[in-house]
């Protein structure tokens, strides 16, 4: 009876595995995520670009698709012109 009981669980378990490699495989097309870091500036790298918050909605954007605001060190950078815009009427920038 236990025996039984444990070879059953064993093989659930086998199918369940084989079952989470299968899925995996074709859900996510097997690629990974790209990698991220932080810099010293407090914005994310990533594969790709660099990526910089939002200081309205702290959100962050690739730096080659953000909405800029001022230039060099002290540029911001927004993800949509509605949140520039929010920032821009409420700061004066």
């Excluded at 996510?28 to 010293?40: E, K, L, M, V, Y």
């Excluded at 407090?42 to 962050?60: F, K, S």
Aim: aromatic fraction near 10%.
């Amino acid at each position: 009876m236990i025996i039984g009981l444990l070879e059953w669980i064993g093989r659930a378990l086998f199918v369940f595995f084989i079952f989470r490699v299968v899925a995996r495989l074709f859900s996510s097309g097997g690629a990974r995520p790209a990698s991220r870091r932080a810099t010293p500036t407090g914005n994310a790298e990533r594969e790709g670009g660099t990526l910089v918050r939002d200081p309205q909605c702290g959100t962050y954007v690739p730096k080659s698709r953000s909405f800029q605001v001022g230039h060099g060190a002290s540029a911001l950078y927004f993800c949509s012109t509605d949140c520039r815009d929010k920032h821009v009427a409420a700061n004066g920038h």
